[in-house]
C-alpha cells in the first residue's frame, strides 16, 4: 500500500483516508485521474474485472440522450447499492423546498436582510442550512431555493447528498472542505464551489464558524453563458475552473447518510465511508472557481450595459435566453462613462433578483447592504438606488473611478421567489428598507432645461 501511495503522490491518514488535494483545470472537460495507479480501465469502461477489485458504475448527471451527455465513470471499493440501505424520514425544519408558500407570509415586496448571526448552536452543512426563498418546484425540476449557512461543526461519519439539486456555494466567512466521492474541494470568500445533483459528501469546518450562501438549483446545471459579440475571452473562462483530482477513504465504521428527495430528508445506515471512488472519467463533477479570475466587462463612453453583461453561470430553462437561475457578480471594476447615471438605473423586472454581499459596499445602496446580508427584489417590484446614490452619482465628477472593496452577487431567476417563515419572522429583515426611496424628491416643475 505504501509503495502504491508514494507513487501515486498521495498521503495516507491515520483513518484510512487517502488525501490529494490537487485539481484539474478546465470546463467540462472529459477528465480522468486515479488515486491508484492502473485503477483507471484504459480503453473501456466496463471491463470483465476492474483492477485492484474496483467495482465500476456510472453516475449519470443527464439523461443518456442529452446533447452532450454528462456523466462520470467510477470504479469504487463498492457500489452505491452498498451505501444505501433502508431509509428513515427525518425532520429538517428549516431546510424548504419549493413550492413553499405561507399563507402568512407576504413575499409581494422589496426586502433586505442584515447578516445572519451565529449562534452557540452547533450546526452542520446540514443541520445549519436556513432558507431564505423558494421558487418554482422541485418536483419538476423548475426553479431554485436560496439558503444561508451557517457551519461550526465538521460532519463526522455523517453524509449527504441531494437528489434534487445542484448546489451553487458562496462562502461569505470561514473555510469549508467538501470531502466527495470524486474527490476534495476547499473554499473560502471570494471562491465558490459547485456539488452537482446524486454525488455523496462530507463538509467539514476548516476555519470557522463559516457562513455563507447557497444557490439550490432544481433545474437544468449551469452552464458558462455564452459571450455572443464579445468573443473567445473575459467573463468567466474556462481554464479557471477546477475539479478535483480523485480521493478516496478505506474505512470501514458505523455512518449516516442524509439524502434529500422531492423537498423531503431521509437517512440511512451503513458501514463504512461511502466515498470509496479511487479512480474516475467523466465531466459530471463538482468544481471550484475563484472568482477574483472573473474579469468584468463594461461600458468605454457612455451608458451601460444590463447586469447579465456581470453573469458568471447560468442555468438554462426550456426557454432560450430566459434562464431558470442566472448567478451574477458585482465585482471590483473601474467606471469610466461620460454624460452618464453610472449606478444601476431604477427598473422593474419579470426576473426576482435575490442579492448578497460578500463584502464591501455596494454602489446602488451605500448604506444597510452589510456584509453577509441579502436583498431580494420580486417580481415586477420596482427598485434601484437610494436618494443617497441617485444625488451622489448625478452630481460626481464623472473622471474615471474605481469601484474597489466589492463584491456582491445574485441569484436571478424567471420565477417569483417566496418568503420562508425564516427569512420573514427569524432572520434580521430591516424593516424599514423600503424607506430608502421615501426621500427621494420631485425635481420637475415645468421648467426647461433644468436639471
Ligand atoms: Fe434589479
Known amino acids: 500500500m505504501n509503495d502504491l501511495v508514494k507513487h501515486s503522490g498521495l498521503t495516507v491518514a491515520d483513518d484510512g483516508a487517502a488525501i490529494s488535494k ?24 466496463s471491463p470483465q474485472r476492474c483492477n485492484y477489485g474496483l467495482y465500476g458504475e456510472q453516475l449519470s448527471g443527464t439523461a443518456f440522450t442529452a446533447n452532450p451527455p454528462e456523466r462520470t465513470w467510477c470504479y469504487r471499493i463498492r457500489p452505491s447499492v452498498k451505501h444505501s440501505h433502508r431509509y428513515k424520514r427525518i425532520d429538517l425544519p428549516y431546510w424548504k423546498s419549493a413550492p413553499c408558500v405561507d399563507p402568512d407570509v407576504i413575499s409581494l415586496g422589496q426586502y433586505r436582510w ?31 431555493a436560496s439558503h444561508v449557512y451557517l457551519v461550526n461543526e465538521s460532519m463526522v461519519d455523517d453524509y449527504f447528498f441531494s437528489a434534487d439539486s445542484e448546489l451553487l456555494v458562496v462562502p461569505q466567512e470561514g473555510r469549508l472542505r467538501f470531502a466527495t466521492e470524486l474527490g476534495i474541494i476547499d473554499v473560502e470568500p471570494k471562491e465558490i464551489a459547485i456539488i452537482p445533483r446524486g454525488l455523496v459528501y462530507r463538509v467539514e469546518v476548516l ?44 474505512r470501514e465504521v458505523p455512518s449516516t447518510v442524509t439524502m434529500k428527495w422531492c423537498g423531503q430528508f431521509h437517512a440511512t445506515k451503513i458501514d463504512q465511508s ?17 472568482l477574483r479570475a472573473y474579469c468584468p466587462v463594461g461600458a468605454i463612453l457612455f451608458d451601460h450595459p444590463d447586469p447579465s453583461i456581470f453573469t458568471v453561470l447560468t442555468a438554462p430553462s426550456g426557454h432560450p435566453g430566459t434562464a431558470n437561475i442566472d448567478f451574477v457578480l458585482f465585482r471590483e471594476r473601474w467606471m469610466v462613462m461620460e454624460d452618464t447615471f453610472r449606478p444601476p438605473w431604477y427598473h422593474k423586472n419579470i426576473m426576482s433578483e435575490l442579492m448578497g454581499n460578500i463584502y464591501g459596499q455596494y454602489d446602488a445602496k451605500p448604506q444597510g447592504f452589510v456584509p453577509g446580508g441579502m436583498s431580494l427584489h420580486n417580481m ?39 418568503l420562508t417563515g425564516f427569512a420573514a419572522n427569524e432572520a434580521p429583515l430591516q424593516d424599514d428598507y423600503i424607506d430608502c426611496w421615501t426621500d427621494i424628491e420631485k425635481k420637475f416643475d415645468g421648467t426647461p432645461g433644468k436639471k
Not at 119 to 135: F, H, I, K, Y
Not at 274 to 290: E, I, M, R, S
Request: aromatic residues 10%.
Open 207 to 250: 476555519e470557522g464558524p463559516c457562513r455563507g450562501f447557497v444557490c439550490e438549483n432544481y433545474g437544468q446545471k449551469f452552464e458558462l453563458p455564452g459571450r455572443g459579440p464579445i468573443g473567445a475571452n473575459c467573463m468567466a473562462n474556462p481554464r479557471d475552473f477546477k475539479a478535483p483530482v480523485a480521493a478516496f477513504e478505506d
Open 114 to 144: 442584515d447578516a445572519v448571526a451565529h449562534t452557540d448552536e452547533q450546526l452542520t452543512w446540514v443541520t445549519g442550512m436556513r432558507t431564505m426563498t423558494t421558487a418554482g418546484d422541485v418536483n419538476t425540476q423548475v426553479g431554485m
Open 22 to 45: 490537487g485539481y484539474m483545470p478546465g470546463w467540462a472537460n472529459d477528465f480522468e485521474t486515479e488515486a491508484l495507479p492502473g485503477a483507471l480501465p484504459q480503453g473501456l469502461n
Open 274 to 290: 461511502p466515498l470509496d471512488v479511487v479512480a474516475w472519467h467523466g465531466n459530471y463533477t463538482p468544481y471550484k472557481y475563484d
Open 380 to 418: 415586477m417590484l420596482p427598485h434601484g438606488p437610494d436618494k443617497e446614490a441617485f444625488e451622489k452619482a448625478s452630481n460626481a465628477n464623472l473622471g474615471p473611478d474605481k469601484l474597489d472593496n466589492t463584491m456582491s452577487f445574485m441569484f436571478e431567476t424567471r420565477f417569483p421567489q417566496h
